[in-house]
């Protein structure tokens, strides 16, 4: 039965006239992986391999130099299961195979990139999306092991230029990744970044405005990237990441990320802006903070009224402003309701998402009844500095509530340290003015 069946398919494709031409072996019986048995006839032009259950199938040249360079019927592969064959565009040429009756996998040709082999449950979702007609296209790896051997993958390439991956864990299965956001994973190192392994295909979100690829490192999820027509492709990972899924994701408050995940100011801070216009900011200290809507240009503090301890007859009121050029307008005035004359100084501390604290404070001059100075003190005092424009990241994201002390007799330093050893902050306090 095999020797016919193999000569009947041997007349079919032109017999010795044919491209396989004269036989150069008699039958050969093989036993493939798992113990299946086949036969086969070697001819010039390549061999016909017949088993029961797949019938005889032509295979040669490329196709066939690779398939005997994986170990033949022994390989993952098994034997073929159809004639090697062009494909639908006319510019590959594949043959697949079998065991037992099992689809295994296919050998895909093309003259640019030569032949490749892909199986399993890689093989199973290429199939899945259309084969070399899909978004991938053609196989331009054999299926390959990841370096840190945890994840098995195929890259894919149309006309020559590379297209994307399918990646393959026992954990998370086959997942293909592909055109913008593909090319945004590989930039950043792809499985070896921090974002690990796709545990989704790309796919659309429910307003169908942006396609994305979920991720994952060690069965953890890890983040996403996303990407639009209008903004391309960025990434969101780790804390960031969480603290966004919390708000519901792309379709909660904040909508897609417009940035990669991005450093921020002196003190290790890290963000992603929003296409709704806010952003989350995350610092090593406090965690991940959201801000809704757009970054503020400035925060203001107005209209603080002071009080002095009891049995100072004095009083009065701050503003304070800054702005995320770094600049800072600090004004107030105080008033001498008494008798006796007074040098006092008021101070203001805030304290950032970095656990930073800012000062500003002012010395001054207020006379009683018996001095000669005047009872009022108006002043307004405003500095620059590029430090508050670094960390103003920090200083939105923690949307600060100003604390205020003065004293008379007492130098500004002395009442910010007393400001801020009550707020329970450490570190180098930095004063605006």
Not at 9 to 36: N, S, V, Y
Not at 112 to 134: C, D, H, P, Q
Not at 189 to 215: H, M, Q, V, W
Not at 366 to 379: A, Y
Request: with cysteine; charged share 15%; net charge negative.
């Amino acid at each position: 039965m095999a020797s016919q069946a193999i000569e009947a398919k041997h007349r079919e494709l032109g017999g010795d006239a044919g491209f396989l031409g004269r036989a150069t072996t008699g039958l050969a019986q093989d036993t493939g992986i798992g113990g299946t048995l086949g036969c086969h006839i070697d001819y010039s032009g390549g061999s016909i391999y017949w088993t029961s259950t797949e019938g005889a199938h032509a295979i040669y040249g490329e196709i066939y130099r690779k398939w005997i360079s994986v170990g033949g019927p022994n390989s993952n592969l098994g034997y073929p299961k159809t004639d090697e064959t062009s494909t639908q565009d006319g510019k590959g040429r594949f043959n697949d195979f079998a065991i037992n009756g099992g689809d295994t996998g296919s050998i895909y040709w093309t003259a640019s990139n030569g032949a490749f082999l892909i199986y399993g449950v890689i093989w199973l979702k290429w199939r899945s999306i259309g084969r070399e007609t899909s978004n991938l296209g053609y196989p331009i790896t054999d299926e390959t092991s990841t370096p840190d051997g945890k994840c098995r993958f195929n890259d894919f390439a149309i006309n020559g230029n590379p297209t994307g991956s399918i990646y393959w864990t026992p954990s998370q299965g086959a997942h293909l990744i592909y055109g913008q956001i593909w090319l945004k994973w590989k930039s950043i190192g792809g499985e070896g970044s921090n974002l690990g392994y796709p545990i989704t295909d790309e796919a659309s979100t429910p307003d169908g405005k942006c396609r994305f690829n979920d991720f994952a490192m060690d069965g953890n999820w890890t983040g996403s990237i996303y990407w639009t027509p209008s903004l391309g492709a960025f990434l969101i990972y780790g804390q960031i990441f969480l603290k966004w899924k919390s708000t519901g994701g792309e379709s909660g408050v904040l909508g897609y990320p417009i940035t990669d995940e991005s450093t921020a100011g002196d003190h290790g801070g890290r963000y992603n802006d929003f296409s709704n216009g806010g952003s989350i900011y995350w610092s090593p200290s406090t965690g991940a903070h959201v801000i809704s809507g757009a970054l503020p240009s400035e925060l203001s503090w107005g209209a603080i009224n002071i009080v002095f301890p009891e049995g100072v007859a004095a009083g009065g009121g701050v503003n304070l402003t800054v702005t995320s050029g770094g600049h800072t307008t600090f004004s107030g005035g105080f008033h001498d309701s008494g008798l006796v004359d007074y040098n006092y100084g008021v101070a203001c501390v805030f304290v950032d998402a970095d656990n930073q604290p800012w000062s500003v404070g002012h010395s001054g001059h207020i006379s009683g009844t018996f001095g000669s100075g005047s009872r009022q003190d108006n002043f307004k005092e405003e500095s620059d500095r590029a430090e508050l424009a670094r960390n103003w990241r920090a200083v939105a994201a923690a949307k600060p509530d100003l604390h205020t002390n003065a004293r008379v007799g007492l130098d500004i330093g002395s009442i910010v340290e007393t400001l801020v050893q009550a707020l329970g902050v450490a570190g180098q306090v930095i004063a605006l003015v």
